[in-house]
């Protein structure tokens, strides 16, 4: 090879990258600059202003809680093998991460709508799957669940069983290799995969504007907002999005990083 | 005596393609290699007594303890209270835990492996630096593991299992990825551990050297079948079948002259050049080809009684043989005899009588030659 293409070729490859780089963050470049600081101000300080962030924040929180109760475990049977029918089991999960978040949605009503057998059971304690916060937590969970589930499997899936054998000889029960072998080698990827479904459960819509309509959370907030008032007045609450959904994810990629920069001593 | 660290497994397990079969006993501070072909059972019997796989039936049995039991009362000890400590390719230390933290694993696992022999928790740290020091690992106790070598790595593995006072050891072939002085120098360290420890150890090995470094006793296995045990170089020397003698190096199968139906094992090591008919069988035949081997020359001979006729005998010489096609003859010592079904003649539970018969062979051999 002659002299000086390695030099070229390696400034190529590296301007094609910062090319793509940028043309991926291009939305998020184009909603900064398209910001007036002053707009931002005036919108948020309207009476009310932040409470799609504070139903936002609260309807993610519990939707992580409920996905890492109960999707953790399936995950993990998932990752062993434990399930009998194992293509079955998995190939459910992906029906659920390819129907459209608006199909979900629709599919809802039908489901734990007030006129059907679950909705009905829902009324007789009180509760309703319609425009609630209930009704909002359940479209998050159906569209942030398969995202948490892959994710948390494949991170199981990377912990060696053999590892898991090791300490069940060296005299710990199931559980306790769970907790000191299992969890400890997973949890980088868990983390990302929980950052993961933080983030479509902050930005669900397809699913919640059919079923969950109100209360607002911010991207039905900057879906109204826009069609109300127009494009700029909704650009400010688009900022509160990403400054909101950002930190999580960042801070499991941070996590994740330092963890594994341990392990390597 | 209950409370002696007997090993006993007398098991059948299903396996895909067939039956593991076997039945062995390991005295306290014995060590058994179980020795074979790629595949042919051995891991699987390792899993067996560590409580990893269920067999279809029998029992394991350990300083009393029965861990296994397939017919009435049923017992399935698990893993975590076995106390049987288990050693891979993979040295297995936990990576999220420093050097430390995985040699005191056992110490703080729900199942105490050391109940009742271990020492107080006053004595475990000094137990910790001991083990570690007689390791030569005593300084690493604060990395982690991925800043340690593979040699280094299974010191830590060897120190974990030790800390967590297994009552019985398992080996599978855990050094076969190492170069030839690294596996020496744990072999041998292993070796004078389960000597201190006097605890039952079972190695699994494909070399028959790996084998033999470590073991007081061999035994051989192919395909689910525990063809022969005994002491190593009885086995080698006298291995009591055909396969048997094809697992431990012999090369090639030449027919006795002068006993129709008799085949002798020609193992390369145990050949001299030239005739020597009363140390053993002469053979004489063209040679097929020759290379260098080691510091001297093996050799493949065509041999008029080769076993299946027309196959070459290799045997390895300290000297040059001729040029392809030339005559040689050698002669090779003490050669073990099998019958045509494939069996050793002598007698192998009864070794002195078998020399014997041996002796009387040979005598003829070594008439027939001569004349």
Not at chain 1, 186 to 215: D, N, T
Not at chain 2, 108 to 119: D, E, F, L, M, V
Request: charged share 15%.
């Amino acid at each position: 090879m002659p002299p000086g293409v390695r030099p070229f070729s390696a400034a190529v490859s590296v301007g094609g990258a910062a090319l793509i780089w940028l043309a991926l963050l291009g939305p998020v470049i184009t909603l900064l600059t398209h910001l007036s600081w002053h707009a931002v101000g005036s919108a948020l300080s309207y009476p009310g202003a932040l409470d799609p962030l504070v139903t936002s924040v609260e309807a993610g929180g519990v939707t992580l809680a409920v996905l890492v109760c109960v999707c953790t475990p399936l995950a993990w049977m998932l990752a062993r093998g434990r399930l009998p029918f194992q293509r079955v089991w998995e190939a459910g999960v992906l029906c659920s991460l390819l129907l459209p978040p608006l199909v979900i949605g629709l599919l809802l009503v039908f489901m734990v709508g007030p006129y059907t057998a679950i909705g009905g059971l829902l009324g007789h304690l009180n509760l309703s799957a319609t425009n609630t916060f209930l009704a909002l937590v359940i479209a998050e969970v159906y569209e942030s669940a398969p995202y948490y589930v892959v994710g948390a499997q494949a991170a199981f899936s990377a912990v060696d069983p053999r590892l898991e054998q090791q300490a069940e000889l060296l005299g710990d029960r199931p559980r306790r290799v769970f907790r000191r072998v299992t969890l400890p080698l997973a949890s980088p990827g868990l983390a990302m995969a929980l950052a993961v479904a933080w983030a479509r459960a902050m930005g669900a819509f397809g699913a919640v504007i059919i079923v969950a309509y109100h209360p607002y959370g911010l991207p039905l907030q900057i879906y109204t907002t826009l069609e109300q008032t127009g494009l700029p007045t909704a650009l400010p609450y688009a900022l509160v999005l990403l400054v909101v959904a950002l930190p999580l994810p960042l801070a499991a990629y941070v996590w994740s990083a330092r963890a594994q920069g341990r392990r390597r001593g | 005596m209950s409370g002696a660290p007997v090993l006993k497994a007398d098991v059948e397990v299903d396996r895909r393609d067939f039956t593991v079969r076997a039945a062995i006993a390991v005295a306290p501070g014995e060590r058994l290699a179980l020795f074979g072909p790629s595949g042919a059972g051995k891991t699987t019997l390792l899993e067996v007594i560590a409580g990893l796989v269920l067999p279809r039936s029998g029992t394991v049995e350990l300083a009393g303890r029965i861990l296994t039991q397939t017919s009435k009362p049923r017992v399935a000890v698990p893993p975590w209270q076995r106390r049987v400590g288990l050693l891979r390719q993979d040295p297995g230390l936990f990576p999220h835990l420093s050097v430390r933290a995985n040699l005191t694993y056992a110490r703080t696992a729900s199942h105490r492996s050391g109940i009742g022999t271990g020492p107080a928790a006053g004595a475990a740290g000094a137990e910790l630096t001991e083990v570690a020091d007689a390791l030569g690992i005593g300084s690493l106790l604060a990395a982690m593991p991925a800043r340690l070598s593979g040699g280094q790595q299974h010191r830590a593995a060897l120190a974990r299992l030790l800390l967590a006072h297994c009552d019985a050891l398992l080996l599978d072939e855990p050094y076969s990825g190492l170069d030839a002085a690294l596996r020496r120098t744990l072999t041998a360290l292993v070796v004078r551990l389960v000597t201190q420890r006097n605890v039952p150890a079972i190695l699994v090995a494909h070399e028959l050297a790996d084998a033999q470094a470590f073991a007081t006793r061999l035994a051989v296995i192919d395909h689910g079948q525990l063809l022969q045990t005994g002491p190593p170089d009885r086995v080698v020397l006298r291995p009591a079948s055909v396969r048997v003698a094809e697992l431990t190096g012999y090369l090639g199968f030449a027919a006795v002259p002068g006993k129709p139906g008799m085949v002798a094992g020609i193992h390369p090591d145990r050949v001299l050049g030239g005739a020597e008919p009363d140390r053993g069988l002469v053979l004489t035949g063209p040679v097929a080809t020759s290379r260098p081997a080691g510091a001297g020359w093996e050799a493949d001979i065509l041999l008029p009684g080769a076993q299946p006729p027309g196959s070459v005998v290799t045997v390895r010489l300290a000297d040059r043989p001729g040029a392809d096609g030339s005559e040689v003859t050698v002669t090779a010592i003490d050669a073990p005899l099998f019958s045509a079904d494939g069996l050793a003649l002598a007698d192998t539970s009864a070794p002195r009588r078998a020399a014997g018969v041996h002796k009387l062979a040979f005598e003829g051999i070594g008439e027939g030659n001569g004349r």
